[in-house]
């Protein structure tokens, strides 16, 4: 069976800090990532997927994710912090075959 | 512009009654699903459908029922036989595959 963890409830930084987010995965095939947000009462937005090629995956508003096989993670990152970035996020998971498994969510908060 | 809508926004039930919360899309996708968020759980499966006429249970199916009579829209029923159904509920589409998914803006569905 296919899962996800994000490790930490919370991550506070300070606006302009350097973010990571983390999420570890486990599949049987081939891992097929991604990266949400969700702002308060809205639902999922897309913000970047793994499927194949470069480890170093970039996405929307300046978020990246660095695929590592033999750690089995997908942290997400971002060089300068705003406290616009502050939302939660979402690491899930999915294989050919099977629906999306999502992690409990990061609450990332952004303190100017 | 192609997308996926839920409503309503809000939704308020007494106790004992069904109500059916309402998704719709525009984007041609086979695949739609029903997820539940409670606070610190993260996004648990409802239910799921690849296909017109054709659904399968997720992990939380029990109090809930669900149709897919046409491609664009499959409703979910919160029955009075779930417990507790006050909670956030999101709703997605894909395509058949390895793609990401399409979110609405979710339903919050307040037992009263």
């Known amino acids: 069976a296919q899962s996800v963890a994000q490790p930490e409830d919370q991550v506070n930084v300070a606006e302009g800090n350097p973010l990571t987010v983390k999420c570890t995965y486990s599949?049987?095939?081939?891992?097929?990532l991604f990266w949400y947000v969700q702002y308060p009462n809205r639902g999922l937005q897309f913000l970047l997927k793994y499927i194949t090629g470069d480890n170093l995956v970039k996405g929307s508003y300046g978020f990246e994710a660095e695929f590592n096989k033999s750690q089995t993670s997908f942290h997400l990152k971002k060089p300068s912090a705003l406290v616009s970035d502050s939302a939660l996020y979402f690491c899930a998971v999915r294989d050919w075959d099977n629906d999306m498994r999502f992690g409990a969510g990061t609450r990332l908060t952004v303190k100017p | 512009d192609g997308g996926i809508t839920q409503s309503p926004k809000y939704l308020f039930r007494k106790e004992g009654q069904n109500v059916t919360l309402s998704c719709e899309q525009n984007?041609?996708?086979?695949?739609m699903y029903w997820y539940r968020q409670d606070p610190g759980q993260g996004l648990r499966l409802i239910y799921y459908?690849?296909?017109?006429?054709?659904?399968q249970k997720g992990d939380i199916a029990e109090g809930y029922s669900v149709s897919r009579e046409k491609k664009e829209s499959f409703p979910l029923t919160v029955t009075s036989a779930q417990k507790n159904p006050t909670a956030f509920y999101l709703c997605?589409?894909?395509?058949?595959?390895?793609?990401?998914?399409?979110f609405g803006s979710g339903t919050r569905l307040t037992v009263v």
């Open positions: 459908s690849q296909i017109v006429n054709d659904f």
């Open positions: 997605a589409s894909s395509i058949v595959g390895i793609s990401g998914y399409t």
């Open positions: 599949v049987s095939g081939n891992p097929y």
């Open positions: 984007l041609n996708h086979d695949a």
